[in-house]
Structures are given as C-alpha cells and as structure tokens.
C-alpha cells in the first residue's frame, strides 16, 4: 500500500473515469441525507421478489411436464382420467404435480404474503418434498413408463433443494445485511450527524471562503473570493458541494475499515467499502511519482481537458460556474465491459479545495435545465464522493492519489457484471493518468 497519504477522485462507474472527468465521484457515507427514511423502504426486496418468481417457475414448469406426459400416448383426458380419478400411487404422476403445488402455496403465503424471515417454511416444504420422492421412487416402477419417469421426480427434487439454497444462501443473507445497514445508517445519523452532516450554511457564509479542512490558516484557500452564489438555485448547489466535501472527508478518515480487493504490478491498490444504500464502493490508491500540484492541474482544475487523454471519458462540458470553488459539470463516459455497458452521462455539482497538504474535489449528483434526460443515453447519478491529492511531507517530487467510486448506473445492468468491471477500469484510468504525466515531463523541463 502506497505511502499515508491520500488522494481521492470522484468519478462515476466503467466509463468511469469519464466520471473522472467529470468529477462526478460517487462515494457515499451513512450520513444523514443519504437515510432513506423506513417508509420509503421497499414493501419487499429485490432478491425476495426473485424467489418468489422462482418458485411460480417451479410450479409452472412442473404442470408443463405433466402435460406432456399426459399428452405421450393416448388422449388428455384418457390419461387425466387414470392418473387423477383413479390414481395409483406407483403409476400417476399427479402427485407430483399437487407437490409443486403444495410447494407454491406455502413457499408464496410464507415469503411473499407474510414475508418471513425464517427457514423453517421452505425446511417442510424441502423436507416433504425429498422424503415423498425418495418413497415413490422406490414404490414405483419408473423403468418401464416413458422418459418422464425419470425426468418429473429428478426435476421436482433439483428444483426444491433449488428454491432452498437460494433462500437460505441469497434472499435471507442478503436481507439481513441490508437491515444491519440500515440500522447502521440510522444509528449514524443520530450519533454522528455532527460529524457527517454539515450545519444549516447562512447566506454570508455561502459568500466567504471555503473553511480549512485542517482549521489552520496556514492553509491555502485562496478559491472563492470573487464570484460568489446569488440566486437560491446557486446557493443550493454550494449546499450540495460542502455536503459531498463533509462526507469525503469522513470516508478518508475510515481507511482502516477499507477491505482490501486487488492490485497491480505498478503498486495501485483498490479496496471497498460497504456504504448504506449506497452498496459497494470502490476505493483506488496509487503513488504517483510527480508533484501534486501536476495531478491536481490535470484531474481536477481541467475536467474538459480530460477527454484528450482519458480514454474513459468521451466528452465533459462545465454548465455553471456557481462560485470559485463550486461548478456543475455535464459529463459523458464512455462504454466499458467490452461494450457490455453502454455510455453514460451525468451531470454533477463538485467544490474544490486547496489546502496546505492536499488538493480536493467532491461532488455529488445534480439537475441542472441545461442538461435534461435525453434518449441518447441512461442517466446515471453518483453519491458523494471526490478526488483528494495528498502532497508528501518529505518528498515534493511525488503524491498519493485516491480515486473513490460508488455509481448508480441506472439501467438493467447486473450489478455483479458493474463490480467486476470496476477494479479493471480503475487500474486502466492510472494508466491513462501516468502516460499523461509522462507526456507532459517534457514540456515542463
């Protein structure tokens, strides 16, 4: 892991660094704007909803082998007839068909209607269904009947131990990480929002300077002394930048709770961090080999500049200059995955920052009339997040860069394909980022 020193780069997903540009880090923190509050709260989960499919599928496709079987010799209603009038335990298939049903109806009353958080509905159903298997197949003698002989029972048993692994291993696991981190949050916004969640700003405030990270005046903050916010609109957007900025730098303080998840062989590190209703965030940190102030020039004061080199990023375009320290920024990234995932686009607010030992930028999502939705590409919106350039106290000559990225990409895209693709275009990012510095030594000689 390079040097202690940190540098963090807002930006948003695979085309990630096209977020870079933009600035439009998403990083997210249990503060207290980020709560959803419990009502809003879905009325069921995601992966429960999935389950629940999952297990209409059970039933749906078991009546549809059934049919067939009725359909193989004979008529329909011969064939319902025998197995369900007169049915023979060693012969009819139709028991199996009433134990999907019986599967559906408890599986449905207990995890959709009730929405249970306990196994032990699925534990009988599974249990029913193995131990009523295990005793027809015995009694029965499916070699001499057709091929669903064999293939009902076989599918019926997969399809059950199916049902319960997915509840057991995804819809419980998950649903519970989830309300870990809600109560989380919620505890957070109660006993940090100090901490979090920067105070009511006056509007002579919103004119003054930015306040020191550190608190010393030794501090460089010579941004926002000239324009200054006027409108509401304008004063919002400087509400939305000091906010990000808090919340950086509470997530740069929780470095030893960053888990570790790759690096590379130029010694670019990137780590996650679980953030409430923000999901995984992605933390990268590199050693830069040249002066801040260089990385600093080109990440953060010159975003539109970025799409010549960073091949992440299509297009960047500033759409208000709100003060000296605050902009909203309308950027464009490029596809990533192999194409899997399309191009983006955002629009973001980011304040900027100068301090005696590090550069700043943080940012968050934002609307702005100058930028709408368009049909050209999905909106995608980043949390709270930034870049930070840490000079080095015994070294002027080289820099520690962090890059912390948490994106919602919108869409209908898996969010595992997102997460594997995100490590890899970070590290492409610093690739971009070191040939530029490399590009430029020269012309700086």
């Not at 062989?265 to 990268?284: A, Q, R, S, W």
């Not at 949390?383 to 000559?397: A, E, T």
């Not at 520690?400 to 890899?424: C, E, M």
């Not at 490399?438 to 000689?445: F, I, N």
Request: net charge negative; hydrophobic share 40%; with cysteine.
């Amino acid at each position: 892991m390079p040097g202690e020193e940190h540098g963090e780069l807002w930006g948003s997903l695979p085309a990630i660094a096209s977020l870079n540009a933009s600035y439009s880090t998403s990083m997210s923190l249990p503060s207290p704007y980020l709560l959803v509050p419990p009502a809003e709260r879905k009325v069921i989960s995601d992966v429960r909803r999935t389950f629940c499919l999952f297990v209409t599928f059970d039933l749906l496709f078991i009546s549809l082998l059934w049919i067939i079987e009725l359909n193989i010799s004979y008529t329909i209603w011969d064939n319902l007839e025998k197995e369900v009038i007169h049915y023979n335990f060693t012969t009819s298939f139709f028991d199996i068909f009433l134990l999907a049903l019986f599967r559906f109806l408890c599986l449905q009353l207990g995890y959709a209607a009730l929405r249970l958080r306990h196994w032990w509905v699925i534990a009988i159903t599974t249990l029913v269904t193995s131990a009523f298997l295990v005793v027809k197949v015995i009694q029965s003698n499916f070699v001499s009947q057709n091929a669903f002989g064999y293939v009902l029972p076989i599918t019926s048993f997969v399809v059950a131990w199916l049902e319960t692994w997915f509840l057991d291993f995804k819809v419980l696991t998950q649903e519970a990480d989830d309300e870990r981190a809600y109560l989380a949050a919620v505890n957070a916004a109660c006993e940090r929002a100090p901490m979090i969640y920067p105070r009511a700003v006056s509007d002579g405030q919103f004119y003054s300077p930015p306040e020191s990270l550190a608190g010393s005046e030794e501090d460089l903050d010579e941004e926002g002394l000239g324009r200054r916010a006027v409108t509401a609109q304008e004063k919002e957007y400087v509400r939305q930048g000091r906010e990000a900025m808090s919340v950086v730098e509470q997530i740069l303080s929780q470095e030893d709770n960053w888990k570790f998840e790759k690096n590379n062989d130029m010694g670019d590190f990137v780590y996650t961090l679980e953030i409430p209703f923000h999901g995984k965030t992605f933390i990268l940190k590199a050693l830069m080999q040249c002066p801040a102030e260089l990385v600093y020039q080109e990440v953060i004061l010159q975003p539109e500049k970025m799409v010549q080199w960073n091949k992440t990023v299509s297009g960047c375009q500033i759409l208000q200059r709100i003060d000296d320290n605050t902009l909203v920024s309308y950027d464009v990234s490029s596809g990533a995955a192999g194409g899997v995932v399309s191009a983006r686009d955002f629009v973001n607010v980011r304040r900027v920052e100068r301090k005696r030992d590090r550069y700043l930028s943080a940012g968050m999502a934002t609307e702005h009339d100058a930028k709408p939705p368009q049909h050209r590409y999905v909106r995608g919106e980043n949390g709270p997040g930034g870049f930070v350039v840490l000079k080095s106290s015994s070294n002027p000559s080289v820099c520690t860069f962090i890059w912390v990225l948490n994106t919602d990409l919108k869409g209908r895209l898996p969010r595992y394909l997102i997460h594997q693709s995100l490590a890899a275009t970070m590290f492409e990012f610093m690739g971009h980022l070191r040939q530029r510095i490399t590009d430029l030594r020269p012309s700086l000689r």
